[in-house]
């Protein structure tokens, strides 16, 4: 079994920044990607930014230039740098691994962009 936990979020101005976590333990072999969701209130589950074993990555548009993933392999972490952050920005953000065929969540963790 593979267990997530994400840290970091919190409540934060608009124009602030917040720096998310997640750590992945357990039986970890072969990761081929992880990424960042966010699930706003009263709307779908959406993806974040994604990074492949390979370093590729991929940032949604919406977060494009503001937000940054990238993963310590040795220490099997996935961050998300948030910059620049907006209101829109609020909601739970979750950390998700993929080790074919199984994909792993974590609990998620609370962001609040408000003044």
């Known amino acids: 079994q593979v267990q997530l936990v994400e840290s970091g979020g919190g409540l934060v101005q608009p124009g602030g920044s917040l720096r998310l976590s997640c750590v992945a333990s357990g039986s970890i072999f072969s990761i081929n990607a992880m990424g960042w969701y966010r699930q706003a209130p009263g709307k779908q589950r959406e993806l974040v930014a994604a990074?492949?074993?390979?370093?590729?990555?991929d940032h949604a548009d919406s977060v494009k230039d503001r937000f940054t993933i990238s993963r310590d392999h040795a220490k099997n972490a996935l961050y998300l740098q948030m910059n620049s952050l907006k209101p829109e920005d609020t909601g739970v953000y979750y950390c998700?691994?993929?080790?074919?065929?199984?994909?792993?969540w974590g609990q998620g963790t609370q962001v609040t962009v408000s003044s």
């Open positions: 990074i492949t074993t390979g370093g590729g990555s």
């Open positions: 998700n691994l993929i080790m074919i065929p199984s994909v792993y």
